[in-house]
């Protein structure tokens, strides 16, 4: 009984200590802007497949166009926006692609 207690707290904390740095993350106005244009990036990392880019130049071209597709809807000023979280978003677009292939 005491295996599952201990078992059952330390999932508990590890739980915790994740929704403590995502939740932030997913309500502050970059959760918004990420949400908001994973849409887009999907679009965007689909064209960007059939242009036959691999790698780095296709990741590059599919972040400036993810930038130009970002202030053309009017989600946010792409220069206050870090190259990371562009990176993320477009990397969540192509496993989202990738996780829907059969």
């Known amino acids: ?7 059952f707290a330390r999932f508990t904390s590890a739980v915790r200590t994740i929704l403590g740095f ?3 993350i997913a309500e502050s106005d ?7 244009a994973l ?4 679009q965007i990392v689909t064209a960007v497949a059939t ?8 990741r590059d071209a599919a972040v400036e166009q993810l930038k130009t ?9 792409v220069s206050s926006i870090a190259g990371s979280t ?9 496993n989202h692609l990738n996780s829907t292939k059969s």
Request: hydrophobic share 50%; charged share 15%; aromatic share 6%.
């Open 69 to 77: 597709q970002i202030t053309n809807q009017g989600l946010a000023d």
């Open 30 to 36: 970059a959760g918004k802007i990420i949400a908001d």
């Open 1 to 7: 009984m005491n295996f599952f207690h201990d078992l």
């Open 86 to 94: 562009l990176n993320f978003i477009i990397e969540t677009a192509v």
């Open 39 to 42: 849409p887009l990036a999907t």
């Open 51 to 58: 242009q036959g880019l691999k790698g780095t130049t296709a």
């Open 22 to 24: 995502v939740l932030p």
